[in-house]
């Protein structure tokens, strides 16, 4: 019996396949561990199922040699250094695939309320601002009939664009591997939507000559990380007209403060990193996350390895 930290509570059925067999130490509380506690408790641990705030680097796994094995519940393995457990022959685990409708759903989504303006117009109805019908009132962007734009062709990429073909778009790419070059993508698109992994490379992918090669018209959309936007471009893009709107479910830092200047934006919506948030999606990346881990503590190779 193997001892496992999880960082946080997990309300799922996968937690009392892995209680059968492990000692399983869940961290008590709905916000993270500070980073003293997690090593503390890491350090006591034989395996740890991690999510996206838990940094691991090499100096974590460094002062905590007991940790054999890392299962991080979600696709992006951005907060874990994979090179460094790599190195330290740490295997690490994601939860691929199961996610990936429910994340290109809120991706659709964000475009949809984006380019209609739904948020603004609940807010103009709650407010009591509601005018009568006016043909000029609250126009939008259209979908139909419109080139989509998809940096990033993974699943989850290629999940958006079976979503806007539903819609009647022309669909676009741009990864590293296929489609066309990022500056043509974003001169072409009437919209954007990041899908690309967080790593050194992508760091940025978007920032102040990317959103200017932008149409003015058009909306952008992030559901993979917040570090993959230069987000004071981002801003100054909105602000100064550049392109007509953002939709995120992903900022730098998480949580975004309700003063962060990003806010003050125009024509902005962000959720809070809720791409894989749907009942089922989150049940299954549970079950892949412990299975990933029964593997690697019975000493087999986990089914879902990314270093
Ligand atoms: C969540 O953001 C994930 O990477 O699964
Ligand atoms: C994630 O599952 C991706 O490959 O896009």
């Given at each position: 019996m193997a001892r496992v930290f999880i960082t946080r509570e997990l309300p799922f059925p996968a937690l009392d396949r892995l209680k059968a067999e492990h000692d399983v130490d869940e961290w008590e509380e709905k916000t993270p561990p500070p980073a003293?506690?997690?090593?503390?408790?890491?350090?006591?641990?034989?395996?740890?199922?991690?999510?996206?705030?838990?940094?691991?680097?090499?100096?974590?796994?460094?002062?905590?040699?007991?940790?054999?094995?890392?299962?991080?519940?979600?696709?992006?393995t951005d907060n874990i250094d994979l090179d460094a457990a790599s190195e330290r022959g740490i295997p690490v685990g994601n939860t691929p695939g199961v996610l990936t409708?429910?994340?290109?759903?809120?991706?659709?989504?964000?475009?949809?309320?984006?380019?209609?303006?739904?948020?603004?117009?609940?807010?103009?109805?709650?407010?009591?601002?509601?005018?009568?019908?006016?043909?000029?009132?609250?126009?939008?962007?259209?979908?139909?009939?419109?080139?989509?734009?998809?940096?990033g062709w993974g699943r989850i990429g290629q999940?958006?664009?079976?979503?806007?073909?539903?819609f009647g778009m022309r669909i676009l790419h741009s990864s590293r591997s296929s489609g066309i070059p990022l500056d043509e993508l974003l001169e072409q698109s009437?919209?954007?939507?990041?899908h690309t992994p967080l790593t050194p490379e992508t760091r940025h992918l978007m920032g102040?000559?990317?959103?200017?090669?932008?149409?003015?018209?058009?909306?952008?959309?992030?559901?993979?990380?917040?570090?993959?936007?230069?987000?004071?471009?981002?801003?100054?893009?909105?602000?100064?007209?550049?392109?007509?709107?953002?939709?995120?479910d992903v900022t730098e830092p998480e949580p975004l403060t309700a003063d962060d200047p990003l806010l003050s934006a125009p024509n902005l919506l962000v959720v809070p990193h809720v791409g894989s948030a749907t009942v089922r999606t989150r049940s299954r990346m549970a079950d892949l996350a412990v299975d990933n881990l029964l593997a690697a503590l019975a000493g087999d190779e986990m089914p879902n390895r990314v270093a």
């Open positions: 003293d506690a997690f090593l503390a408790r890491a350090q006591q641990a034989d395996a740890l199922l991690t999510t996206v705030t838990d940094k691991v680097d090499g100096a974590f796994l460094d002062a905590a040699p007991s940790v054999k094995a890392v299962a991080n519940l979600a696709v992006g409708d429910s994340t290109a759903d809120i991706a659709f989504a964000l475009l949809l309320a984006v380019a209609r303006r739904l948020s603004e117009g609940e807010r103009e109805v709650r407010e009591g601002r509601w005018a009568p019908w006016h043909p000029s009132h609250m126009l939008g962007g259209d979908l139909a009939d419109t080139t989509l734009g998809i940096i999940a958006m664009a079976r979503r806007g073909e539903g009437d919209h954007v939507s990041l102040a000559p990317q959103f200017a090669r932008m149409k003015k018209t058009a909306y952008f959309i992030n559901t993979s990380r917040g570090g993959t936007v230069d987000q004071e471009a981002l801003r100054a893009a909105l602000v100064d007209g550049q392109i007509a709107g953002a939709g995120l």
